[in-house]
């Protein structure tokens, strides 16, 4: 089988590796479909990652496969079912490290649920409760997108947003547009962004009232307008050191700030006194499982299209990953859909 690897920070390429093992709790998949990060893929691309990383290592976190043999001990995933999160595990061999591993032809979903009533150890289980079941209407490929929705929407869930609120997302990357798309199926009643200029009209398509470019001169100008008082929270989805401290004017007294993004993780510093009143800062976290239902939902709904995020018409081959990474950088997607089976 084969499988996208980070060989050293620059140099990504598809090679041949075993076939994982199938452990009694393990389900193993094909692969089907694959989407980018361009925050923890494009770091461990680059070598930027905030966490060590033993190189070579096997990518992708975002991957849907479908169940093809099950272990002795599994009881509630099936053959034919799609599982969210599926990676290749790293071998014990130890010839090479993986950071989820999804970018690869075969790997494997864990049922955790039945690793839990057997009484197994919480910490050798909870991790793997990204492993969820994907229903049969939702299209495998758009179902890429429930990790970056179930993410973000676990995130702002937790930090309180509802309805009447306001939101200030910063940066239009694929985590900022789920960060506004998800406060305005919330009942947000001001949605603004600030990022790229080129993606501005992608902004207003995931919901945003006010769409704003980074490098416009009367952008927080624009900003003090539309929201005189402040937003009830700002969300920085970048995490680029300063970028967060820049819009503090910008968060309403008694608001809420997070910093999401993992640019320049542990880097970033905030002046508190740059903002007008007091502010809670968010540090809560997120846990994919408790969203994924309403995720669904969403999708069905029509609330979440994933079209807006990926082309879903033009996928890249899997051995044309580093190609789709090329595009990426040149910012010609928001994220890049990778075809893992033949």
């Known amino acids: 089988m084969k499988a996208a690897f980070v060989m050293e920070p620059g140099l990504i390429d598809v090679r041949e590796t075993p076939a994982p093992t199938l452990g009694p709790y393990d389900a193993l998949c094909e692969m089907l479909w694959g989407a980018t990060c361009t925050g923890t893929d494009g770091h461990l691309i680059h070598g930027r990652f905030p966490w060590p990383v033993r190189y070579p290592t096997v990518i992708g976190h975002e991957s849907v496969g479908r169940v093809g043999q099950v272990g002795a001990k599994v ?6 079912d799609l599982v969210s999160r599926v990676g290749l595990p790293a071998p014990v ?23 839990r009533d057997d009484g197994l150890p919480e910490a050798q289980w909870r991790g793997h409760s990204i492993n969820q079941v994907i229903p049969p209407d939702i299209d495998p490929a758009s ?24 939101a200030l997302v910063i ?24 990022g790229s200029a080129g993606r501005v009209i ?18 927080h100008d624009r900003l003090r307008q539309a929201r005189p008082g402040g937003f009830d929270f700002v969300i920085d989805a970048v995490g680029k050191s300063g970028v967060a401290n820049a819009y503090l004017p910008h968060v309403a007294d008694g608001g809420m700030v997070t910093i999401y993004g993992v640019d ?19 540090q809560g976290g997120y ?9 669904i ?3 069905r709904s029509g609330d979440l299209d994933a079209s807006v995020w990926l082309n879903l018409a033009h996928p890249y081959a899997l051995a044309d990953i580093a190609h789709a990474f090329a595009d990426l950088e040149e910012r010609k997607h928001v994220k890049a859909l990778i075809r893992l089976g033949e």
């Open 202 to 219: 992608t902004c207003r398509a995931t919901g945003a009232d006010l769409a704003l470019a980074y490098s416009a001169p009367d952008t």
């Open 75 to 80: 009881r509630h995933l099936r053959v034919g």
């Open 287 to 295: 846990e994919e499982a408790e969203t994924h239902h309403r995720v």
């Open 264 to 282: 320049d993780f542990g880097k970033c510093l905030l002046n508190p006194t740059r903002a007008r009143g007091t502010f809670t800062f968010y």
């Open 93 to 115: 061999d130890g010839s090479f490290d993986v950071n989820w591993g999804g970018f690869s032809e075969l790997g494997i979903a864990r049922d955790w649920m039945a690793m």
């Open 297 to 299: 939902d969403l999708m």
């Open 143 to 166: 179902a890429t997108m429930v990790v970056t929705w179930r993410e973000t929407l676990s995130t702002i869930t937790r930090m309180g947003l509802g309805h009447g609120a306001s």
């Open 171 to 194: 940066g239009s990357g694929g985590n900022g547009l789920a960060f506004a798309a998800h406060a305005r199926h919330m009942g947000a009643e001001t949605v603004a962004m600030v």
